[in-house]
């Protein structure tokens, strides 16, 4: 059974830093492009990020780029999504999810930035 | 403002079929397969119909999709109550940052 647990959300200040992490299980991690979408609260859905098998390609929403980075670790069967220099808007549930577009999905971890 | 276009709000009777549109352009829908979620209130988004029109093992196949151009369809037809959720449609876009885009998402009602 396909698995993928996020971790590392919570509250932190506009400015602050914050990394995600999302341990995979049920399935060959290597072998998939994974992905970070974001839902805000009472929005729709965001694509964050992507970042293929190896790792050498990765992709971000403009919104995040330069503040976010996306980057797998195939050997613990981790994914994760280093938040820098965070905001207001970027607040939302962050979900892990599986496949350039996605097949499966995590629960999500909720990032509230505020004062 | 999203890059594909839903209708914020469909509904519809037990029984009665419902379709759902989702509007693109030529660098996402024109060019790239088009993806459907389900997302029942309180819970993470799933598959329901990938590569326009494949549905996943465990999906019924009460649910369908379809695309022409550069828009794309969702039907359901002999709707239920557990079917009361928000729908989005997703798709690769070629444009200069190349990434995934999502509709506005689809509220459906089942009156």
């Known amino acids: 059974e396909v698995q993928l647990v996020e971790s590392g959300g919570g509250l932190v200040q506009p400015g602050g830093s914050l990394r995600l992490s999302c341990a995979a299980s049920?399935?060959?991690?290597?072998?998939?492009?994974m992905s970070w979408v974001r839902q805000a609260p009472g929005k729709g859905l965001e694509w964050v990020a992507n970042i293929k098998q190896d790792g050498s390609e990765k992709y971000y929403v403009d919104s995040v780029k330069g503040r976010f980075t996306i980057s797998r670790d195939n050997a613990k069967n981790s994914l994760y999504l280093q938040m820098n220099s965070l905001r207001a808007e970027d607040t939302a549930v962050y979900y892990c999810a599986r496949g350039k577009l996605p097949d499966y999905w995590g629960q999500g971890t909720l990032v509230t930035v505020s004062s | 403002q999203s890059v594909l276009t839903q209708p914020p709000s469909a509904s519809g009777t037990p029984g009665q079929r419902v379709t759902i549109s989702c509007s693109g352009s030529?660098?996402?829908?024109?060019?790239?397969?088009v993806y459907w979620y389900q997302q029942l209130p309180g819970t993470a988004p799933k598959l329901l119909i990938y590569?326009?029109?494949q549905r996943p093992s465990g999906v019924p196949d009460r649910f369908s999709g379809s695309k022409s151009g550069t828009s794309a369809s969702l039907a359901i037809s002999g709707l239920r109550s557990e079917d009361e959720a928000d729908y989005y449609c997703?798709?690769?876009?070629?444009?200069?940052?190349?990434?995934?885009?999502f509709g506005g998402g689809t509220k459906l009602t089942v009156l």
């Open positions: 590569r326009n029109n």
């Open positions: 049920g399935f060959t991690f290597s072998s998939y492009w």
């Open positions: 030529s660098s996402n829908i024109g060019s790239n397969y």
């Open positions: 997703a798709a690769w876009d070629d444009s200069l940052s190349a990434h995934v885009v």
